[in-house]
């Protein structure tokens, strides 16, 4: 054989041996999209949970859940699974909710839940408002303060008279 033989023999074994490796060598620059699956919840979502909340209640906070067991419908189960596309990293959550008699009582899963989640929702109560100019400890129930009204201010910009601008135009 030739050298100009040889050199295109080693050249075309160059080139197929980079093109069967070339996907894994030029990964990163292959776009991957990220792949979000289930039910993305914020650990805010899951603090507002307090026990004896209503099925209705539940949804209305977290949403449907992505699974209710056939045979137990007392069960619900939120899932949340991300693939990463760039480094192919994995975040999977769970949360996993037991009603009684249509009331919630018992939350179990991969999120903190508040610390007064056991406190029901019709006994717990906002801290109290206090009231500029008034004693928080007094039973005086005066009537909410109204923000001070704006005084009429001209515009910062004076528009011109925009029928007349539109017959200059057409004139």
């Given at each position: 054989m030739t050298i100009k033989k040889k050199s295109l023999t080693l050249l075309g074994a160059a080139a197929l041996t980079l093109s069967v490796t070339g996907c894994s060598v030029f990964?990163?620059?292959?776009?991957?999209?990220?792949?979000?699956q289930g039910n993305y919840m914020e650990t805010q979502q899951v603090e507002k949970l307090r026990i004896e909340m209503t099925k209705e209640q539940v949804e209305y906070i977290l949403g449907r859940p992505v699974l209710r067991d056939s045979f137990a419908n007392n069960t619900w189960y939120y899932v949340y699974h991300y693939k990463s596309g760039r480094d192919a990293s994995v975040i999977h959550k769970e949360l996993i909710i037991h009603f009684e008699n249509d009331m919630l009582t018992k939350v179990v899963g991969d999120y903190d839940l508040a610390k007064d989640f056991n406190t029901p929702l019709d006994q717990s109560r906002l801290p109290d408002a206090i009231m500029l100019g008034t004693d928080a400890k007094t039973d005086n129930a005066e009537e909410p303060m109204i923000p001070e009204q704006r005084p009429d201010v001209k515009p910062l910009v004076e528009e011109k008279d925009s029928e007349s601008q539109a017959e200059q135009k057409f004139e």
């Open positions: 990964d990163w620059l292959i776009y991957k999209p990220d792949i979000p």
